[in-house]
């Protein structure tokens, strides 16, 4: 079980910023190579024109219409519940659960290095940072997107805690 730090162990927040997990930024690459499919398959099908195109095209449109909607939907639940994002605070760092819980936090005298890797592939943009830390596994976290604005405001409290 992961100890979690309370709130005035990590001091002021500093900025909260979207951020997800290895299942979520999986199944964001999912939903994005469903729906290129699903548009490749639309295009595929006015270009040739099979028998019944009409019924299908309308059944690949509705896929496509049906993953844009659960995306929306699944969006607006996590950001009223808080989900999905990384509080930098003064003293740490605080990462929630999809659905607002503490799912993991770490306080910056505990930080012993920082890692990150990004991808710039036209599918999936990402960041993801490992935070490690003395005697327990990494924090973890997965910034989606080219440039998100969490990273440099990280590196830039990672540097003034005594981070490269």
Known sequence: MRQTWSGPELGQRIGTYHAVGLAGALAQAALRTVTLL????????I?????SALLKGTVAAAVVL????????????????????????QGGVAVTGPFGGVRDAVVWRE???????????????????????????????????LEPAVIPVLL?????????
Do not use: D
């Open 47 to 51: 270009w040739i024109r099979p028998n």
């Open 111 to 145: 930080v012993t290095g920082l890692r990150r890797m990004s991808s710039a592939s036209p599918l999936m943009p990402l960041h993801r940072v490992e935070l490690e830390r003395r005697g327990r596994p990494p924090l973890t976290f997965t910034a989606l997107g």
């Open 38 to 45: 699903g548009g490749a398959m639309i295009v595929a099908l």
């Open 66 to 89: 049906a993953l844009f909607g659960l995306r929306l939907a699944w969006r607006t639940v996590a950001a009223r519940l808080g989900g999905n994002r990384c509080r930098l605070h």
């Open 156 to 164: 830039r409290l990672a540097a003034r805690n005594g981070l490269e």
